[in-house]
C-alpha cells in the first residue's frame, strides 16, 4: 500500500529537512519533496506522523544518509566551468606561494564535492602550478552524498565526465580502462574525501586558518539565508588571510558578507579574504518615487548624458521650494533622497555635506549618485573608489562608475564595471539595461540582445526603491519602453 502524503505533512518535512540538513527547498520543489517522502514511508513502513516526529526527534544517522542520497543533485564533471580553474592555475595558486610561509605546502578545499571531478581538477590544476621545488598541494573534499562519494572514492569516470578535459590532460592525468578513464594515482593520493555535513557548525571542517583556496561552487543556493550567512562565516573563518574563495557563476556574497574583496580576472569573479576585517553590512538607502519620462526613443547618445538631460528639463518645471537645513546631529538622508527626486542635485550634496562624516556607504553611494547625476564626473568617481575601500562589493558604485568611465569615452571600462555590478547583484537591472545600450552604440546586435532581453525581464521585478535611486528619473514603464525600442531596433523580440 503507497503511503498518501498531505501538505501539512509535506511541509513538516521540509522544516525538519532544513533544521537538520541546512538545505532549503522553495515552493517549486515541493513536488520532489513529496516523492522523497512518500518513498521513504514506503521504505520503512511508516505512517507519516510518526516517521515525521522521528525525523523531528532524533532519526538515527542511516536515515539522514538516504535522504541526502535522494536530496542532493551529483552531476559535474572535470574542469566545469573552465575560467575559474584558469584564474586558480593564473592568479590564485601564484599568489598564494609569493606570500606562504612554511610550511610551503598548499590545502585546497572543495566543499560539496559531489562525485569527485571537482576536487580531482583542484589536484590536477595544482600539481601542474608546482613550479619550484619543495612544494606539496593537499586537496580535502566533504559531500553530504554518501554515494556520490564512493563514487569519487572509486575514481573512475566515463567520457561524459570528461567531456571538457583537453586530449593532453587525458594522456598525462588518466587512465584508459576500457570504456571508462580512472584518474592517475598521482591526482588521486593528493585528494582526501570525507562525509561532512557543512551546515554542521561544530565539523571539524572549519579549523580557523585551514586552507589557501575554497571550492564551494553552486552549494549555498541550497541553503536558507540564515544558513548562508552562517556557512560564509565558517568558511571565512577555515581561510587563511588572504586566501581565495570560489563560489558558483549565479552565486555571490553580496549583502552577506564584508569579510572578502571581489577578484576579476581570467573572465571570472571570486573573492580573497581580508585581513583584519570587521564585519558591517551596511543596507542601500531607499528614494522616494520619480516622476514617470517620456520613453519611445533609441539613444545614441552616452546614457548618463541622457538622463541629464531629461533631470534639466523636469526641473525647469518643478515649483520652487525651501532648500532644507544641513542635518547636523543625525544621519537622516531622506531631505537629500527627496531632493535627488526632485533633480535639485545641488542642494541635495549640501544638505549632505551638512552631515557628520561617519563613511556611512549608503550616504556615499547617494552622493555619487548626485555628482554623476549633475555632470560631476571626476568628484562622482572619486566618491565611487571611496566608497569601494570601505565596500567593494557595491553594485551600485560599480554602476555609477559605469556611467561616469562612458561618459569619459572608455567603454571598455564602462563595460567592465557593469558586469561587475551585474555579478555582485543579479536582479540588478540597470547594468544589464546599461551593457545593452554600450553593445548597440558599439554595433554588437547579438550581445546587445542577449543583455537588453535579460535587463526587460529584471525591470519587471526591479524594486522602486532601486529603480528611483539609479533610473536617472525614469519611472519603470519608460525604462521598459527605452529597452523594447532599443531591443526591437536590434532585431531583437521586445
Known amino acids: 500500500m503507497i503511503e498518501l502524503v498531505s501538505t501539512p505533512d509535506v511541509e513538516r518535512f521540509r522544516g525538519a529537512i532544513l533544521r537538520r540538513m541546512g538545505l532549503q527547498f522553495d515552493d517549486t520543489k515541493t513536488a520532489l519533496l513529496s516523492d522523497v517522502l512518500r518513498r521513504r514511508l514506503a521504505k520503512r513502513h511508516a505512517a507519516g506522523p510518526l516517521y515525521l516526529a522521528e525525523l523531528e526527534a532524533d532519526a538515527p544517522p542511516e536515515e539522514w544518509v538516504a535522504l541526502a542520497e535522494e536530496l542532493t543533485i551529483t552531476e559535474t564533471y572535470f574542469f566545469r566551468n573552465r575560467d575559474q580553474f584558469d584564474a586558480l592555475a593564473g592568479a590564485v595558486l601564484p599568489d598564494r606561494m609569493a606570500t606562504h610561509g612554511k610550511p610551503r605546502a598548499l590545502k585546497l578545499l572543495s566543499a ?235 542642494e541635495a550634496l549640501d544638505y549632505i555635506g551638512g552631515q557628520p562624516d561617519t563613511g556611512d556607504p549608503g550616504a556615499l553611494l547617494l552622493s555619487a549618485v548626485l555628482l554623476q547625476q549633475s555632470g560631476q564626473l571626476a568628484e562622482a568617481e572619486d566618491t565611487c573608489r571611496r566608497l569601494l575601500g570601505i565596500d567593494d562589493l557595491s553594485a551600485g558604485a560599480h554602476y555609477v562608475l559605469a556611467l561616469c568611465r562612458e561618459n569619459a569615452g572608455d567603454l571598455a571600462a564602462a563595460a567592465d564595471h557593469d558586469r561587475i555590478a551585474a555579478y555582485l547583484d543579479p536582479a540588478f537591472a540597470m547594468p544589464r539595461l546599461h551593457l545593452g545600450l554600450l553593445a548597440r552604440r558599439g554595433g554588437g546586435r547579438e550581445e546587445a540582445r542577449r543583455e537588453l532581453t535579460q535587463a526587460l525581464i529584471l525591470l519587471e521585478n526591479e524594486s522602486t526603491a532601486r529603480l528611483l535611486m539609479f533610473g536617472g528619473g525614469f519611472n519603470r514603464e519608460a525604462l521598459i519602453a527605452l529597452c523594447r525600442a532599443t531591443l526591437q531596433e536590434c532585431g531583437g523580440r521586445p
Open 112 to 346: 560539496g564535492c559531489s562525485s569527485g571531478e571537482e576536487a580531482y581538477t583542484l589536484a590536477i590544476v595544482g600539481t601542474e602550478s608546482l613550479r619550484e621545488p619543495g612544494w606539496s598541494v593537499s586537496v580535502r573534499a566533504a559531500d553530504l552524498n554518501p554515494v556520490a562519494l564512493a563514487k569519487a572514492r572509486r575514481a573512475r569516470y566515463s567520457e561524459w565526465s570528461l567531456r571538457d578535459t583537453s586530449p593532453e590532460m587525458r594522456r598525462r592525468w588518466f587512465v584508459p580502462d576500457g570504456s571508462t578513464m580512472i584518474v592517475a594515482p598521482a591526482v588521486r593520493e593528493r585528494v582526501k574525501f570525507e562525509t561532512a555535513n557543512l551546515a554542521d557548525p561544530d565539523s571539524e571542517l572549519w579549523r580557523p586558518a585551514s586552507y589557501d583556496v575554497v571550492f564551494c561552487r553552486n552549494v549555498l543556493m541550497y541553503f536558507s539565508a540564515e544558513q548562508r550567512r552562517a556557512v560564509i562565516d565558517r568558511l571565512t573563518e577555515s581561510l587563511l588571510p588572504g586566501g581565495y574563495l570560489f563560489l558558483g557563476h549565479a552565486e555571490s556574497l553580496t549583502g552577506v558578507t564584508d569579510a572578502f574583496h571581489l577578484c576579476h580576472t581570467h573572465d571570472t569573479f571570486y573573492y580573497q579574504r581580508k585581513e583584519g576585517v570587521e564585519r558591517n553590512t551596511r543596507p542601500v538607502p531607499v528614494a522616494p518615487a520619480p516622476r514617470a519620462f517620456r520613453a519611445g526613443t533609441v539613444y545614441d547618445t552616452a546614457w548618463s548624458e541622457t538622463i541629464r538631460a531629461a533631470s534639466e528639463r523636469v526641473s525647469t518645471l518643478l515649483p520652487e521650494q525651501a532648500r532644507p537645513e544641513p542635518a547636523r546631529r543625525s544621519n537622516d538622508l531622506a531631505p537629500a533622497l527627496d531632493l535627488l527626486r526632485r533633480e535639485r542635485f545641488t
